[in-house]
């Protein structure tokens, strides 16, 4: 199994650009999470998916950031408009219910 | 919500010494999961407790859960460079799906 693929790996942008992150969990999870990382704030759970539904969006900083898991092996993470303060490196995470999570290798993203 | 605190934030180490992160849970939690960061890597899981009071161990590295299950530890024995990184703590809540994780502890060693 490839484990959990991320695409693009890095993004640099500036500011007020849209940014799409992509993700494709490993085949056969029911789960998907999307977290952010900074060094101040750490690891943060932005929103989670059970079985491609939306179950807890609470940590999506603001409307600007939406996700969407139109199938079970693609999600994908937007950011419009982009600023800097949402540069940070993005996991994407799946499992199998409540589980082991097995993390992908993340996108960083740089806003300029 | 439930939080997860985790001490300390960093640790020095020399090779050879012994290392111990704590994490502690404001609500009862069905299992902890732990997790190991390489610099520039993505959180690997390690081990996950589910019962109280409950240990178990990989080679230097034991974990521990709590007896209320609000807390657990991981200590490593005789550090070795190849233990440099960042250890996260996460918990469950009963019925819930969602790892909480704790903020880690970055482990350095030197050699």
């Known amino acids: 199994d490839a484990g959990v693929i991320q695409s693009p790996r890095h993004e640099v942008t500036e500011m007020g650009q849209e940014v799409t992150l992509r993700c494709k969990p490993i085949?056969?999870?029911?789960?998907l999470f999307w977290y952010r990382q900074t060094m101040m704030r750490g690891l943060e759970l932005l929103i989670y998916f059970n079985n491609n539904v939306p179950i807890d969006d609470s940590g999506m900083p603001e409307d600007r950031f939406s996700a969407k898991m139109p199938n079970a092996s693609f999600s994908t993470l937007k950011i419009q408009p982009s600023e800097p303060r949402d540069s940070a490196v993005y996991f994407c995470a799946s499992s199998w219910g409540p589980e082991r999570e097995f993390f992908g290798p993340g996108t960083r993203l740089t806003v300029l | 919500g439930q939080q997860v605190m985790q001490i300390p934030q960093y640790q020095h180490v020399q090779e050879g010494e012994d290392f111990t992160t704590y994490c502690n849970s404001s609500?009862?939690?069905?299992?902890i999961q732990w997790y190991k960061q390489r610099p520039g890597g993505h959180p690997v899981f390690l081990i996950q407790l589910v019962k109280s009071g409950e240990v178990k161990k990989q080679k230097r590295l034991t974990f521990q859960f709590g007896e209320a299950k609000k807390n657990s530890s991981l200590h490593i024995t005789a550090t070795q460079t190849t233990d440099v990184g960042t250890y996260f703590c996460?918990?469950?809540?009963?019925?819930?799906?969602?790892?909480?994780f704790g903020k880690g502890t970055k482990l350095t060693v030197n050699p």
């Open positions: 996460a918990g469950i809540e009963g019925g819930s799906e969602k790892l909480v």
């Open positions: 085949s056969g999870h029911n789960s």
């Open positions: 609500t009862t939690l069905s299992n």
